[in-house]
């Protein structure tokens, strides 16, 4: 708890804060004091100097403070001058002022001494920004805020609080307060009434403090706390529970994703193409391109590479299809050699040149992060987004292949290929189309795909075994049998990984798959009819 | 009798000549040229041939059920990989106390990962023989299982080819884990000697690869011997036309199976023979990659004709030592190219451009002239 | 001596005695008959409750129009398809439902696809060889020798179906004709009790025709013969008694002008022909 | 072309000035210590380059990590042949590439040393490739310098470990975690390889001795490039939840990082809660990360590119001058090969001779400049001494170093907190000459034995 004592001593300074009347300015000697004893007293000092600071009521002091958190407060050697780095990428940084304000251009990283930060004092700004936060207009920040001080409340806040709460119009913050109190005084006080609060509660800190209790020597408290913790425990395991499902699923939905192109290429063209992955990989660099092409917006390039990951994969495909499949038709072992090459060369095309390094692919912020269901159960954002993704390109593959000329065409080429033809439809361009379809729903993949792993060059080898397996399970040519495969098979594997760790979950998968193959040779959904036999 | 019989026919003559010759040429060329002859054959190239003669037995294995009974076997590194850890464990046990901990029982990477006692699928590796058994019966025994399962159950072309994929990726996965007992990742390594003879001298190197050598021609005329009877007749049989051979009343997955434990364990000594002449064997020898690979060496060379085999296996590996050496990037291109021109122009490889196409099963060997020749 | 002479007289009685080439048993009755079979792919009913009894050494016609379920039938005869209902037995032993192809055709059933199968890159000597009645087992094939007697053998069905010359080249360059000539051969060599052509004369020349129906006529009696042919002409010079397949099921039976005036017949292939 | 020549001279002027005034105080120190008794025998003829191994994969998986490590090793011999080689001797580099395939780095090795006669290897990245070489290198008696942060519980004659061994990276880094942030509860996630696995054994005796008890530590394996760090991340969130301060020590291995740290961001695990400190994360990994989320997570090196000193800076202009790209990063395996270079450098200056025999005695106490502003010393266990950061990611992909040690630390091969290896130690100056010496029975195990021969 030796934090959230600091933490204390912190929120006392800050309250003095509110109560004097705030932001009038220092005088600029006076503040150039305070962030000298900031910049040269020892890390175990410099929270002292912090409290100072914050103390000092300068209008100011709030951004000396962040930029202080995130490591850009600094001092120019030669002038002795204090700035806040604006720019820190490269050997030249852009700065301003930190006292007037100015900005003072590009200067050279070697003239510029940062003022050291670590975690422990990040933790304390933190408090202390929370704390001044509680008074902020938005209710959003007030409720991160209150949840924040949850477990790092001290006497000084405690009496406070009530009276906040007073004045707290949103129900939500005011809740969070409570906790934070009842916490407080389960803890500090072993308040035997504050323990009913926390029955219930699955915040962590409120656990702690139950579990604190339950140590305590008061019987009455004991008996509340071990009750309390009892229905805690209940609902955590449901919560567990949801959880593990969500995690299969959300992993179920990237291999239906990885697998799905496949279905198409392989299941409906009998072609085994082991240059998917590298398809795929085409996609996640389009989202990296164009998130190089529009910097600053990085959710609008990740939207637009939607499409445009579809259309480089796609003719990628095209290509692939005119070049080499063609010539294979009918020696789907061929294919396989073939296409095997032909991921060979993309891959060390994509080493050569872009470059051998991963790329970073921003995670605009609608995606990161996560939706908080309850304080134990939150789901997280990119992955509720690829699960929808995953069931909206199903979908819409389901659609093509049911309801358009091409679906029908694609399926009636697949059956009688002679009789396709005599019928006036012409099979090349139906293998063609459907080539590219399959690649483009790759690409599509790799757009999913670059906000969950890395891009880089060998992001396709890691799903190409995966997506096979998948199609094989779930009976070739079987769209249904693809989505219901993908989706089983992470289920189980995250199923069996808490108990047999994540090596052994994928082994034991292998190896059902194998043994699920012997039993029912052509999958799940297998093709019947004499056309499936020989 | 069946394995006579390639003795009496010309190819496999030529191919034995030219091989045991290579075989003499070295030698000679190792032991009796001065060092800074020109035509000094060094222990390194000496090695390194051996490891060529090592993928190109391993190469025969699989154009035997690829060529000639039309199993594309994507696991063939699984039970490569098999043999060699059988080698490598026995090679361990003969480290002895020599380890840097100078435990005479556990190998290092035992130690260090404090483990107590050696696990009982160690035992008896300390002794040769045993060890050169499981060589043979490990790799075999997993091909049996499998084998059994896959072809009662008719599982054939793509179907097969990627569950035998599966088979040997999820062997890599088991045996990156350290607690498997194989040394993750790290394999097996740091070896002292084999049957006394330490490793490090130039005449065990040159001992080794005669070995393999006389390994891949016994491994050669086995697989000649199967092809030219008449079940090497009704494995082609079963490639072309599997339901009609059933007609004709063979047991068609007991065929698939014979063959396919057969190659395995050759599969398995190619591995055994790798092992001490590269001195190392680790799981990256399961990866998919490799087996893959090693399909490509046949292709390249010219399916069902096992000297093909040989030929691609040679021509693939010496290329990627030359090559990785001078252009490391092209080295990755001018491989996938070679993938594609091979499948999509040189369906026949390499042996179909040197002879006439339609001899990939030469007259030769039809029963008649073999009676002839008896 | 007479010892030998009297077991060999007797091996009617004792069954472990029979000849490893046709165990089967048709003392009692027809040598194969199929009861109530059904099969149905996806819905669609290809064998719908159908009966049909063959007598030891009968040659029996089968025609009707596509999809009637004629190959369908002998795939269930020969063990490749496994009906939803009914059952097949071959002779009074062998209930084909429990066994698997290599069985079948080890117990004396030999089949004539309706796209002639050979073995394309093996010669057509080889085709033969390994058609040849022997011990398929793996090990006695690994290590089984070209004897003499077997050679003639050979040379006698090559004689029959006039590939002698060509004994040598691979099968795949035959003609389409030479093809269903060899495969005929291939049936020859098994020794079947029970031969299944499938339309055996597609593709041939008038003359090669009436070979065929004569190889096909000498072979019955010794042997039953089931012949599926759309050929009128050739069924005709070769039928003695006809069965009309129709979706499934037993449409007429009898002989051919018999089944050739029956309404529901004439009515099928005048449907078939408007 | 002229800029780059400029700036690559002037650098070189700078350090090498330092490098031969540090010398020389260091050979009178040798002269004291019984040390240097070495002296050159044949000298060979001035005119004939010494030549110089690289071993690093500049294709296949590792290609990511190595290949910059090759352009460190040109770019080094590049400088010191304008200074005028070594000995009035040119410096030849010798580059094959072993493909990310680990038999095949013992073939290049033996290549390197049989067919192409070098003097000297830089070389390998990942422990297995190392172990594959070692024989081949003890064989033919060459020399290698290994640049990268490894699992110790290895000291070869022949081999030379410039990266830190765990006591010089690990150990210093949870008493930090221990000491400054108050850590009481401890995550040990790994990819299951060596280097995590003995990494986690030493922390784990390490830990248990400072009276951590062992349902505080959670120790958690996962496969190369795993990428579905859900579950995982949920059960640390958990186990971080039970009220005491939570830190995970990570030896993940390159590719899983990026997903890890991602889920960590997205399942609202920030550095404040539970700081992550990584040993195989350095700026070449971050910069292929979004690093946004990642502020404040930790890592333990013996360098940062953002360590504030001319000689870092000289390097890192020199660097992107070499690479001509003005964002390329520096990271801690360059330095190491950097203290190598300079360390062989100095030892054959002092030998007199590129001889092996003769740069193995005299390299033992060399000391030469690293890039922290310090220096490093060459051990007689073949490891070197170091300086330990701790520094915080920022979100310019950079580290901001918290907490170094007061001084360098001295590498140990045989960790103290093994039971197979407390006993030993290793020493190869003459008499001892063993690198795996028991002080309890007092004898040398298998490796001198097979040295003597």
């Known amino acids: 708890m030796s934090t959230s004592k600091l933490l204390g001593r912190a929120l006392f300074a800050c309250f003095l804060l509110w109560a004097g009347d705030l932001l009038a300015q220092t005088e600029d000697a006076e503040a150039h004091q305070l962030l000298t004893v900031l910049a040269e007293s020892s890390s175990t000092q410099k929270k002292a100097a912090v409290l100072q600071i914050a103390g000092s009521g ?81 209710e959003h920040s007030r409720l991160t805020a209150a949840r924040a001080l949850k477990g790092s409340v001290d006497g000084t806040l405690a009496e406070r609080l009530p009276e906040l709460m007073n004045d707290e119009k949103s129900d939500a913050v005011r809740a969070a307060l409570t906790e934070a109190l009842a916490i407080y005084k389960v803890e500090e006080q072993g308040d035997v009434a504050a323990v009913a609060t926390l029955s219930g509660s699955l915040n962590s800190e409120a656990r702690a403090a139950l579990q604190q209790a339950m140590r305590s020597d008061d019987a009455a408290l004991v008996a509340a706390a071990t009750e309390a913790m009892a229905s805690i425990e209940q609902k955590l395991t449901l919560n567990r529970a949801a959880e593990t499902l969500y995690f ?42 164009m998130q190089q092409l529009m910097p600053g917006q990085p959710g609008l390039a990740l939207i637009l590479s939607i499409p445009a990951g579809f259309l480089v994969a796609a003719l990628a495909g095209v290509a692939i299809e005119r070049t080499v499949i063609q010539h294979l038709k009918g020696r789907p072992l061929e294919t396989l050699l073939a296409t095997f090459g032909v991921s060979l060369i993309l891959q060390q095309l994509v080493r050569t040149v872009i470059s051998p390094l991963n790329r970073t692919v921003i995670t605009p912020d609608w995606m990161s992060g996560s939706v908080m269901i309850n304080e134990a159960l939150s789901l997280t954002l990119n992955r509720l987004y690829v699960i929808g993704f995953a069931l909206v390109v199903f979908a819409g593959l389901m659609l093509i292949m049911r309801k358009t000329r091409l679906g029908l065409e694609v399926r009636a080429v697949t059956q009688n290929r002679a009789m396709a033809r005599s019928m006036g439809i012409k099979a090349t361009k139906v293998d063609i189309l459907t080539f590219a379809l399959g690649s483009g ?29 998948v199609v094989v399970f779930g009976g070739v040519g079987n769209l249904w049998g693809t989505l219901l495969a993908g989706m089983a098979l992470g289920t189980i594997n995250q199923l069996l990984e808490p108990w047999a760790g994540a090596v052994l979950a994928k082994i034991l998968v292998l190896v059902f798959i194998i043994l699920f193959i012997q039993k029912r040779p052509r999958g799940l959904f297998p093709q019947k009819g004499r056309a499936a036999e020989g | 009798m069946w394995l006579t019989r390639p003795l009496q026919e010309r190819s496999t003559r030529i191919f034995l000549g030219v091989l045991f010759a290579a075989l003499a040429i070295v030698s000679v060329l190792h032991v009796f040229m001065p060092q800074d002859s020109a035509l000094y054959v060094s222990a390194y190239t000496v090695t390194l041939l051996g490891k060529y003669l090592c993928y190109a037995l391993l190469a025969v294995a699989v154009d035997l059920v690829w060529g000639y009974l039309g199993i594309l076997s994507l696991g063939h590194g699984a039970f490569f990989a098999l043999g060699g850890y059988a080698m490598g464990m026995y090679l361990m046990r003969q480290i002895g106390d020599r380890g840097v901990y100078g435990d005479p029982i556990l190998p290092d990477f035992m130690v260090f990962l404090n483990w107590q006692e050696l696990p009982w699928y160690w035992l008896g590796f300390d002794m040769a023989w045993f060890a050169f058994i499981m060589v043979l019966l490990a790799p075999g025994l997993l091909a049996l299982v499998f084998g059994f399962l896959a072809f009662r159950s008719r599982v054939t072309g793509v179907y097969l080819s990627i569950i035998t994929q599966a088979l040997t990726f999820a062997l890599m996965l088991a045996f990156f884990r350290n607690e498997m007992g194989f040394g993750g990742n790290n394999g097996l390594t740091d070896f002292k000697d084999i049957l006394g003879f330490d490793l490090r001298t130039d005449a065990t190197r040159l001992g080794l690869f005669i070995a393999t050598g006389i390994a891949l021609a016994i491994g050669y005329v086995i697989c000649r011997g199967i092809v030219t009877s008449k079940l090497g007749r009704v494995s082609v049989a079963c490639r072309d036309a599997e339901a009609r051979t059933r007609f004709l009343g063979y047991r068609v997955e007991r065929v698939q199976l014979f063959v396919f434990v057969v190659s395995a364990m050759l599969a398995g000594v190619a591995g055994a023979l790798y092992v001490p002449q590269v001195g190392i064997i680790n799981p990256s020898e399961f990866s998919p990659l490799f087996s893959i690979e090693i399909v490509v060496w046949v292709a390249l060379g010219g399916r069902a004709t096992l000297y093909g085999a040989v030929i691609g296996a040679i021509l693939v ?46 007259a030769s060997n039809t029963p008649s002239a073999q009676e002839a020749a008896a | ?116 199968t050979v073995f394309e890159a093996l010669t057509v000597f080889e085709n033969l060889e390994l058609a040849m009645a022997a011990d398929k087992r793996v090990f006695p094939t690994l290590t089984a020798l070209m004897k003499p007697e077997y050679r003639e053998r050979i040379d006698e069905v090559l004689e029959m179906i006039g590939l002698k010359e060509l004994h040598h080249a691979l099968a795949g360059i035959l003609s389409h004709g030479q093809k269903q000539w060899l495969e005929i051969g291939m049936l020859l060599m098994q020794k079947p009790r029970l031969l299944l052509v499938d339309e055996p004369v597609a593709g041939m020349t008038e003359q ?43 449409l007429a039976e009898g002989s051919m002008d018999q089944v050739s005036n029956h309404p529901d017949v004439i009515k099928v292939y005048l449907g078939e022909e408007a | 072309m002229q800029k780059r020549v400029a700036l690559l001279t ?17 050979h009178v120190k040798l002269g004291l210590s019984a040390l240097a008794l070495s002296i050159s025998f044949n000298s060979v003829a001035a005119e004939d380059p010494i030549r110089v191994g690289i071993l690093h994969s500049l294709s296949g998986t590792m290609a990511i990590s190595e290949s910059t490590l090759k352009d460190t090793m040109l770019m080094l011999i590049e400088k010191q042949n304008e200074a005028g080689g070594v000995l009035g001797r040119q410096l030849e580099p010798v580059v094959v590439d072993p493909a990310s395939n680990w038999p095949l780095f013992a073939e290049k090795a033996r290549e390197l040393l ?34 990268v942060q490894y699992e110790g519980e290895e000291s070869s004659q022949n081999v030379f470990y410039t990266g830190a061994a765990p006591n010089q990276q690990a150990i210093p880094a949870v008493d930090y975690l221990m000491n400054d942030i108050g850590v009481e509860r401890w995550v040990l996630a790994g990819t299951d390889y060596v280097y995590p696995r003995t990494t986690n054994k030493i922390l784990e005796t390490y830990l248990k001795d400072k009276g951590v008890a062992a349902e505080d530590i959670m120790v958690n394996y996962t496969p190369f490039g795993h990428s579905n760090w859900q579950a995982i991340v949920s059960d640390i969130k958990a186990f971080g939840g039970a009220g005491k301060k939570t830190a995970v020590v990570s030896t993940i291995n390159g590719d899983a990082n990026v997903p890890f740290y991602r889920e960590l961001g997205n399942q609202g695990i920030d550095a404040a809660d539970i700081p992550v400190v990584a040993f195989s994360v350095g700026e070449q990994e971050l910069s292929g990360i979004d690093t946004g989320p990642l502020v404040g997570h930790l890592a333990a090196w013996n360098y940062f590119m953002s360590v504030e000193s001319d000689a870092n800076y000289d390097f890192i202009d020199a660097w992107v001058a070499h690479t001509g790209n003005e964002e390329a990063v520096t990271n801690d395996p360059m330095e190491a090969h950097y203290i190598g270079f300079n360390m062989y450098i100095e030892a054959v200056k002092k030998a007199g001779t590129a001889d092996v025999d003769a740069v193995k005695d005299a390299i033992i106490g060399v000391s030469v400049p690293n890039l922290t502003g310090g220096f490093a010393t060459m051990m007689p266990n073949h490891h070197i001494t170091k300086p330990v950061l701790i520094g915080e990611i920022q979100d310019n992909g950079q580290f901001s170093v918290v907490w170094e040690t007061p001084s360098t630390v001295a590498g140990d091969a045989w960790s103290d907190f093994l039971p197979g290896s407390k006993d030993l130690i290793s020493d190869w100056r003459k008499p001892l000459f063993c690198g795996n010496f028991n002080v309890v029975s007092g004898t040398c195990g298998a490796q001198a034995n097979v040295a003597n021969k």
């Open chain 3, 1 to 116: 001596m007479s010892i030998f002479q009297e077991l060999t007289n007797r091996d009617q009685v004792f069954e472990f005695l029979t000849p490893a080439t046709s165990p089967v048993d048709v003392r009692h009755g027809p040598i194969l008959y199929l009861e109530d079979v059904n099969v149905s792919f996806d819905g669609f009913k290809a064998i719908n409750n159908l009966n049909l009894t063959i007598d030891d050494g009968e040659l029996r016609c089968i025609i009707g129009p596509n999809g009637a379920g004629k190959t369908t039938m002998m795939d269930i005869i020969t063990g490749k398809t496994r009906p939803d209902t009914g059952s097949v037995w071959f002779g009074s032993r062998h209930n084909l439902l429990t066994l698997s192809e290599p069985d079948i055709a080890s117990l004396g059933i030999g089949r004539k696809f309706q796209k002639p």
């Open chain 3, 208 to 250: 090669e025709m009436e070979r065929t129906a004569e190889l096909l006529i000498s072979l019955a009696g010794k042997q039953s013969v089931v012949v599926v042919e759309h050929d009128m002409g050739f069924v005709r010079s070769i039928a003695r008694k006809v069965t009309v397949l129709h979706q499934g099921s037993v």
């Open chain 1, 441 to 469: 729903v790759a690409g599509l993949a790799g757009v999913a795909l670059s906000q969950i792993t890395n891009v880089g060059p060998n992001l396709g080898q890691a799903y190409i075994i995966d997506s096979f397996m």
């Open chain 4, 10 to 26: 002037n650098g070189a002027t700078h350090s090498n000035a330092k490098d031969d005034e540090m010398s020389i105080k260091k």
């Open chain 4, 114 to 147: 049989a067919k192409e006669k070098v003097d000297v290897i830089f070389g390998n990245w990942t422990s297995v490739s190392r172990k594959s070489v070692l024989p081949v290198i003890e064989e033919l008696n060459g020399l290698l310098f290994y640049p």
């Open chain 1, 248 to 289: 299969g699923l959300s992993l179920g939905s990237v291999l239906v994703l990885a697998a799905i192109g496949l279905a198409i290429t392989f299941g409906v063209m009998g072609v085994i193409n082991m240059a998917h992955g590298e398809l795929m990989m085409l996609g996640a660099y389009t989202t990296w391109g």
């Open chain 1, 58 to 138: 300068d209008v100011r002091s709030r951004g000396w403070l962040e930029s202080f958190a995130n490591n850009k407060l600094g001092r120019i050697e030669s002038s002795g001058q204090f700035i806040i780095v604006l720019e820190n990428r490269g050997r030249n940084w852009t700065v301003e002022s930190a006292l007037t304000g100015e900005n003072l251009g590009e200067i050279s990283r070697r003239d510029i001494d940062t003022v050291r930060v670590n975690n422990a004092l990040r933790n304390e700004l933190e408090g202390i920004l929370s704390v001044i936060d509680l008074k902020s207009p938005e």
């Open chain 2, 317 to 362: 590996n010496y290329g990627k030592t030359v090559f990785t050496g001078i252009m490391p990037d092209a080295w990755l291109f001018a491989l996938g190219g070679l993938f594609v021109l091979v499948t999509v122009f040189l369906p026949k490889g390499i042996a179909g451009l040197l002879f006439k196409p339609g001899k990939s099963r030469d």
